[in-house]
């Protein structure tokens, strides 16, 4: 699926040489700093692709952003590609490669790898690939070794599609996927905020995956679009972080509301470039993720009770169909969109079960406590005008429920074309890799019972046992 997004330190320097645009090369690293301050921001941009050119363009935007900001470092590692744009203006010349840099106060300090990435150096550019989760890897430990902070937080900018993220063409399309973060970063490179300025990464599966806990990678809170989207307003961001913060820095939760605040600013404003659906179909969150043990209990438990119950006909029903369903299906209006976004808000779906009279007062009630769940994870979020009745801090969280026993045009189910959903582990090189905790965890695996939410889809819509949730 092609995404369609609108289109503190004191510094130990011998000497300073000014390459133009404000960008200047240290010839020297960075000093470690004497005191953290009060956050770091990792901007992890991975467009050796085609959203190289747009990047860009916003890499302006963060510079003018940032003249206002203090107390923040914004270290940047960009990977551009030969093949798109030309763009000499953000970062003071046109290359192609993976390279670092500090930004701040308007400028951009060019930066090298050290020990981190001894490829990276500050007169030479290294290739790296960032469709790799150790490149992701490297990048947090060289930000939080040689910029320390209070608080940390990472954001990746790219294309996503759900369970993947981060395709680097240099190297033959490789991309991240939701279970190798938590295979390659370890505790030690969590985060307060991780923010994705990518399309359809807001979901709950990827949010218990990434959710905080004792010696694995987390994140407290999490920024995401559930369908395609439209790119940051970093210009906004930053310069409203001055503005309204000032010398006192934001806490992890401000500073994500403050994202979904400017994006929806940006887009009504229609500063953003979206016209139509691609305006209308956008809805964006910011995720408290230290709730999202408890929405996977409780919808595990809705699972169970519509499975003993008997209620597949009625759910799907409910569900409805791409952009004609009266729940919320952040599917896009392309062809094959509806197998491959299965992506049903959490929420919406339990509220709508919960008034329905065609299922018990069990479920019903079971309903209830997911759309409570959901609401104590959802910070804050925003959705257009496709989506009536949405209510923000409520609304924008989706989870995986296939169409039906639907099939595409060569007769394979649209539960069969999504292999990535799995709790066995794939492996990098089969592009699904699986081993999401959400489809492990909770699992009776092997006595023919349903008890999660992967189970229970399992059980409806695999009729060949592709995904055999007894696995």
């Known amino acids: 699926m092609t995404e369609r997004r609108p289109t503190r330190l004191l510094m130990a320097v011998v000497a300073l040489v000014f390459v133009g645009h404000g960008v200047c090369v240290s010839a020297q690293d960075a000093a470690p700093a004497q005191k953290p301050a009060p956050w770091t921001v990792l901007i992890y941009a991975a467009v050796d692709n085609d959203w190289e050119r747009p990047f860009m ?45 500090r930004l701040t106060g308007g400028g951009a300090e060019r930066l090298g790898g050290g020990q981190w990435f001894p490829g990276i150096r500050r007169d030479a550019d290294g290739e790296l690939n960032t469709g ?23 954001f990746l900018v790219s294309h996503g599609e759900g369970m993947s993220f981060c395709p680097d063409e240099t190297d033959d399309d490789d991309q991240m996927f939701t279970a190798e973060l938590t295979d390659e970063l370890g505790p030690a490179e969590s985060v307060d905020v991780l923010g994705f300025d990518a399309c359809l990464m807001g979901g709950a599966e990827n949010a218990y995956q990434w959710r905080p806990g004792p010696g694995r990678f987390g994140a407290d ?18 310069s409203a ?29 229609g500063r953003s470039g979206d016209r139509g659906l691609e305006r209308d179909l956008q809805a964006w969150g910011a995720f408290d993720l230290k709730h999202a043990a408890k929405l996977k209990e409780a919808v595990d438990g809705l699972a169970v009770g519509l499975w ?22 952040y599917v896009w209006p392309e062809r094959g969109a509806d197998a491959d976004m299965p992506h049903v808000d959490v929420r919406h779906l339990a509220e709508r079960i919960a008034k329905s009279a065609s299922f018990s007062k069990q479920v019903r009630r079971l309903a209830s406590q997911v759309a409570d769940a959901a609401d104590a994870m959802v910070l804050h979020s925003v959705g257009f005008d496709h989506y009536k009745g949405f209510k923000g801090g409520q609304h924008g969280l989706y989870f995986v ?29 089969d592009d699904s890799y699986g081993a999401y905790a959400w489809c492990s965890d909770g699992s009776v695996a092997g006595n023919g019972k349903v008890e999660t939410w992967f189970e229970l889809m399992d059980a409806w819509f695999d009729v060949g046992d592709s995904n055999d949730y007894a696995w």
Not at 241 to 263: C, H, Q, T, V, W
Not at 319 to 327: H, V
Request: glycine letters at 8%.
């Open 241 to 269: 972080l001055g503005s309204r913060f000032g010398p006192k820095p934001p806490k992890p939760a401000e500073l994500s509301r403050l994202i979904i605040d400017e994006l929806n600013k940006q887009i009504r404003s």
């Open 401 to 429: 429920f296939p169409d039906g026993d639907k099939k595409d045009r060569r007769g394979r189910t649209y539960w069969q074309k999504i292999p990535w959903y799995d709790a066995r582990k794939h492996g990098r090189d």
């Open 308 to 329: 003993k119950e008997g209620e597949k006909q009625d759910t799907v029903a409910l569900r409805g169909s791409g952009l004609k369903a009266k729940t919320f299906v």
């Open 221 to 238: 809170y999490f920024v995401a679009s559930a369908p395609v989207s439209s790119s940051w307003p970093y210009a906004d961001i930053f």
């Open 57 to 101: 363009r916003d890499v302006r935007g963060m510079r003018k952003g940032l003249e206002r900001v203090k107390g923040m470092e914004v270290i940047l590692l960009v990977d551009r590609s030969p093949r798109y744009s030309r763009d000499k203006r953000a970062l003071g010349e046109d290359f192609a490669g993976t390279r670092l840099y």
């Open 132 to 154: 790799n989760a150790r490149t992701l890897r490297d990048f947090v430990r060289f930000g939080k070794a040689r910029y320390p902070a209070i608080r940390t937080a990472l």
